[in-house]
């Protein structure tokens, strides 16, 4: 691991001492600051573990007191968390700290890279409130520090819930385009061949340095390759749909095989594969567990015809 990358362990740690040094500045703790950290701690038992132990650390020491001075809520990667930690290394001694947190707080650099495996999924809540879960085989690196607010998607897919901040709008860089907040909900998936953007809630420019911007209303997919921009519109449902695999799903409509294929193979586990570009080509509607590769063939065996073949963690089609 590099000095700019972290796990979606330590982001946790972090997020989670963050959240008890807030809460024990007991004069700008807010009702709303508590209900933003409830949300939080119901998010996973990971995160509730996380907070318990550190919260724990926090309450053994009588000499933290002194770290108890009115604090501003801090972003999440921000520079000020580092002098924070520094401040209770000063406290706790530095061979305590070190062995609770990590040595990355006293060094915590302007960016971090979140990666999530195939069939993983992660989701992160930033200090401002804004929420972003990765899917499946997907990379992220985040800055957040001073008045950038800014994420690239280096590969895979990711679902942005951003609270909006005219002052610091947050920009998400993929495959050399811009997406800028303008206050919305939106996700962007990249592939080797294109940029995705598709918008549910508010609004997004998507810039490029050789071309205009172009400003996306909800119902809007924008599919972005070297040479051009397309947008194109779909229903609510449809939109809601492309969303499923927060949900442990996959929703196709009029998709042909060889597409279906590919997402299910996305997300590990037994692959797919088409023994002949003529099967490749038949469509197929329908909602899938992720993991339901082996009902999905049972339905095309079913619908076309087709055999199935288990060959290892391989299922082949054929006719």
Excluded: C
């Amino acid at each position: 691991m590099t000095g700019s990358e972290t796990t979606a362990t330590d982001m946790i740690e972090d997020l989670a001492a963050g959240w008890v040094i807030d809460q024990n500045s007991t004069e700008s703790w807010t009702q709303e600051r508590q209900a933003e950290l409830d949300a939080w701690l119901a998010q996973s038992l990971t995160h509730r573990v996380a907070y318990v132990r550190i919260s724990a650390s926090w309450k053994r020491s009588d000499r933290l007191a002194a770290l108890r001075s009115p604090m501003q809520p801090r972003t999440y990667y921000s520079a000020p968390r580092k002098a924070m930690w520094s401040r209770i290394a000063a406290v706790f001694g530095l061979v305590v700290v070190t062995g609770l947190f990590g040595a990355n707080y006293f060094s915590q650099p302007k960016s971090q890279l979140i990666e999530t495996p195939k069939g993983g999924q992660e989701r992160l809540t930033l200090a401002d409130g804004s929420q972003i879960e990765l899917n499946t085989d997907s990379a992220l690196r985040i800055d957040l520090h001073g008045r950038t607010r800014a994420a690239e998607l280096v590969r895979g897919e990711a679902y942005f819930q951003i609270k909006h901040d005219p002052a610091r709008p947050f920009v998400v860089q993929a495959r050399g385009r811009r997406i800028v907040d303008l206050g919305t909900k939106f996700t962007v998936r990249s592939t080797p061949k294109s940029l995705e953007v598709a918008l549910m809630e508010g609004s997004v420019r998507l810039e490029a340095t050789d071309a205009r911007p172009i400003t996306l209303v909800p119902g809007d997919i924008a599919i972005a390759t070297a040479s051009n921009v397309s947008i194109s519109r779909i229903s609510d449902r449809r939109m809601a749909d492309r969303l499923a695999w927060q949900r442990g799903s996959l929703v196709f409509h009029n998709t042909a095989l060889a597409d279906v294929a590919a997402e299910f193979n996305r997300y590990g586990g037994t692959q797919l594969v088409l023994a002949s570009p003529d099967i490749a080509k038949l469509t197929i509607n329908g909602r899938f567990r992720i993991t339901g590769a082996e009902d999905f063939a049972a339905n095309a065996h079913e619908i076309f015809g087709l055999k199935v073949q288990h060959r290892g963690e391989t299922i082949v089609l054929a006719r």
